[in-house]
């Protein structure tokens, strides 16, 4: 069935170092595909889409990029900050016309000072 | 513009007892769907409702059902309570059907505990 994959956490940096977080997809279909963040005792802030193979989203610094190819959408940024200590959640959206989203099981980022 | 709201924050209840939690979306958002998060399972999903109908659902017993308002409003309500059933209940609202990769937009959820 369809479904996403992260690589495990904690994942704990320096700050200024670089992140990738890895997630891979199973779908059929051409999906959308979202990163989120949660703070917390918060919910879900988008942080970044795409919709088709070989879009980049990109917000606050970070990036992904969607892999066809490779099914991936991996997350990126160049220099990470205490701020960013959350937890990150891949997901995907096989259709346009639904709020059903099918998500990763979470990464948490912990950046120290 | 507002976010979308979800009450009341924090739940306790027992065993064998019902709730109901409610969710207001973002000023004309007509998709609401709902989501349990807990350590062991994640984020599933458990329905969305459009204009007043379910429009999808995820796979939850019965005792998990939802409604949704003339006005967009949702609730949704959770029967004969389980410890299993303690989660973070999260609500997002969209405009789905606006056209691909259209976002959804979180509350800050509802922490259900079952005693």
């Known amino acids: 069935g369809d479904s996403v994959t992260q690589m495990e956490g904690p994942v704990t940096l320096s700050e200024e170092a670089f992140l990738t977080i890895n997630c891979t997809y199973t779908a059929t279909g051409y999906p959308s595909l979202f990163w989120y963040v949660q703070y917390p005792g918060e919910g879900l802030q988008l942080l970044l889409k795409?919709?088709?193979?070989?879009d980049k989203g990109s917000n606050k610094g970070f990036e992904a990029t969607y892999r066809k190819e490779t099914t991936s959408f991996h997350l990126e940024k160049g220099s990470v900050q205490v701020s960013d200590s959350a937890v990150y959640f891949c997901?995907?959206?096989?259709?346009?016309?639904?709020?059903?989203?099918?998500f990763g099981q979470g990464t948490t980022l912990q950046v120290k000072p | 513009k507002a976010g979308v709201t979800q009450t009341p924050r924090y739940l306790i209840k027992t065993r064998g007892q019902q709730v109901t939690l409610s969710c207001s979306p973002i000023?004309?958002?007509?998709?609401v769907s709902w989501y349990q998060q807990t350590p062991g399972q994640g984020l599933q999903f458990l329905f969305e409702?459009?204009?007043?109908?379910?429009?999808n659902k995820g796979n939850f017993p019965g005792r998990f059902s939802g409604r949704q308002f003339s006005n967009s409003r949702s609730e949704m309500n959770v029967s004969t309570l389980e410890l299993g059933d303690s989660a973070l209940y999260l609500c997002a609202s969209s405009l789905a059907g606006t056209g691909k990769g259209s976002p959804l937009h979180f509350g800050n959820g509802t922490r259900l505990t079952v005693t």
């Open positions: 997901a995907l959206q096989l259709s346009s016309n639904t709020g059903k989203l099918i």
């Open positions: 795409a919709t088709k193979a070989d």
């Open positions: 409702y459009f204009s007043e109908t379910q429009r």
């Open positions: 000023s004309g958002h007509r998709s």
